[in-house]
C-alpha cells in the first residue's frame, strides 16, 4: 500500500490551450454510437415511466452523454466506475446489457438487481460498476476506498467516481478528498457539474463555484472541462487516468454539462427558462456535435448515421419488450441479498 506522500507540484488548473488532433472515424463513430444508445434509452425509460411501467424514482442523463462515453473511452478493462443515482448512462457506458437495465427500471426478476434496486441501486461486478446510490454523495467514500483497495493491493487499476454540483457540497466528498491525497489513491473524481443540482443554480448554492479548484485545500489538482464535447472529456480522463497510474494520486474533473429534463420525471424545472434549455439543444449538444464533425470531416454519409440511429432504436426497442415480459419477483426474493 502507498502511505509516503508524492513531491509532485501540484495547483488546480483550467483546461489547456490548444486542441488536440481530432480522432478517427472509427472512434468518432464509436462515440456517436455509445451516446446515442444512452440518449435512445433514456428516452424509452421517459415514455415508459409516463405510461406507469416504472415507478419510484427516475432521473434521465439525457443532455450528458458525453462525460460517461468520454471517460469511459479513457480507462482500461478492470479499472472500476462508481456513480450516484443518476446512473443508467454509466451502466451502458460500461458495457452493461439495455435488456437488465431497463428490466430493473420496471421491477422485473431480469433486471441487474432481480428487480429489487430499481432505477437508482443497480450493479454490475463483471462490468466493475459499483452502483448507482440513491444517498447525496454516499458513492464517494465507497468510490474512495475502492482506489484504497487498488493500493492496499498493489494493482494499478484507476477508479472513477461520479457526483454533481449539489453532492460537492457534501461534508463526505472533502473526507473522502483528504483520505485520498494523504495516502495517494488512484481516484478520480469527476464532478457532473449540470448547473442546477436538483433545482437551485450553481450560483446560489456554492461559494466556490468553480468547482474544480474544490481539491486546492487537499493539494488535489483540478480541470475544468466542456462535457458536451466528448472529445475534450476523453482528453482531459486520458490525462487523468496516466496521472493516477503513474502513481500521482488524486485528480478533480469537474465537466460542465447540462441535463434536458428535469432533476426527476417529476421535476417540472420551473427554475430555468425553455429558451435556455432550447439554445444549449440547438448550439451545444453533445451528440449533434459529434454527428457534425463525422458529416464534415471523417467521411460520413447521413444514411450511415441514420442505419446508426435505426439499430440502436431496435436494441433500446428489445430492451423495453424484455422489460415488460420478464417475470415479476417471486414474494420470497424479499429474504435474499439481506445483510443481517
Known amino acids: 500500500m502507498a502511505t509516503s506522500k508524492s513531491t509532485r507540484t501540484k495547483s488546480p488548473s483550467k483546461k489547456p490551450n490548444g486542441k488536440a488532433p481530432l480522432p478517427g472515424k472509427d472512434v468518432l463513430l464509436k462515440y456517436y454510437r455509445d451516446m446515442l444508445l444512452i440518449r435512445r434509452f433514456e428516452e424509452k425509460a421517459g415514455q415508459m415511466y409516463g405510461m406507469g411501467l416504472i415507478g419510484g424514482f427516475c432521473h434521465l442523463y439525457i443532455g450528458q452523454e458525453a462525460v460517461v462515453v468520454g471517460m469511459q473511452a479513457a480507462i482500461e478493462d478492470g479499472d472500476q466506475v462508481i456513480t450516484g443515482y443518476r446512473d443508467h448512462g454509466h451502466m451502458l457506458a460500461c458495457g452493461m446489457d439495455p435488456r437488465g437495465v431497463m428490466a430493473e427500471l420496471t421491477g422485473r426478476a431480469g433486471g441487474y438487481s432481480k428487480g429489487k434496486g430499481g432505477s437508482m441501486h443497480m450493479f454490475s461486478r463483471e462490468k466493475n460498476f459499483f452502483g448507482g446510490h440513491g444517498i447525496v454523495a454516499a458513492q464517494v467514500p465507497i468510490g474512495t476506498g475502492l482506489a484504497f483497495a487498488n493500493s492496499y493491493n498493489e494493482t494499478d487499476r484507476?477508479?472513477?467516481?461520479?457526483?454533481?454540483?449539489?453532492?460537492?457540497?457534501?461534508?463526505?466528498?472533502?473526507?473522502?478528498?483528504?483520505?485520498?491525497?494523504?495516502?495517494?489513491?488512484?481516484?478520480?473524481?469527476?464532478?457532473?457539474?449540470?448547473?442546477?443540482?436538483?433545482?437551485?443554480?450553481?450560483?446560489?448554492?456554492?461559494?466556490e463555484t468553480h468547482l474544480y479548484r474544490r481539491g486546492a485545500s487537499f493539494n488535489i489538482p483540478g480541470e475544468e472541462?466542456?462535457?458536451?464535447?466528448?472529445?475534450?472529456?476523453?482528453?482531459?480522463?486520458?490525462?487523468?487516468?496516466?496521472?493516477?497510474?503513474?502513481?500521482?494520486g488524486p485528480y478533480i474533473l469537474e465537466m460542465k454539462t447540462y441535463r434536458y429534463r428535469g432533476h426527476s420525471m417529476s421535476d417540472p424545472a420551473k427554475y430555468r427558462t425553455r429558451d435556455e434549455v432550447q439554445d444549449v439543444r440547438e448550439h451545444h449538444d453533445p451528440i449533434d456535435m459529434v454527428k457534425a464533425k463525422l458529416l464534415e470531416e471523417g467521411g460520413t454519409s447521413e444514411d450511415e448515421l441514420k442505419q446508426i440511429d435505426k439499430e440502436i432504436r431496435a436494441i433500446v426497442a428489445d430492451a423495453a419488450d424484455f422489460a415488460q415480459t420478464s417475470p415479476e419477483p417471486q414474494p420470497e426474493e424479499l429474504y435474499t441479498d439481506v445483510l443481517l
Not at 477508479?159 to 483520505?179: H, I, K, P, R, W
Not at 472529445?231 to 486520458?238: F, I, L, Q, S
Request: glycine share 10%; with cysteine; proline share 1%.
Open 225 to 248: 472541462v466542456d462535457g458536451m464535447d466528448v472529445v475534450a472529456v476523453h482528453d482531459a480522463g486520458a490525462k487523468a487516468v496516466k496521472s493516477c497510474r503513474d502513481g500521482q
Open 158 to 207: 484507476v477508479c472513477l467516481t461520479y457526483f454533481g454540483d449539489g453532492a460537492a457540497n457534501q461534508g463526505q466528498v472533502y473526507e473522502s478528498f483528504n483520505m485520498a491525497e494523504l495516502w495517494t489513491l488512484p481516484v478520480i473524481y469527476i464532478i457532473e457539474n449540470n448547473q442546477y443540482a436538483m433545482g437551485t443554480s450553481v450560483q446560489r448554492a456554492s461559494a
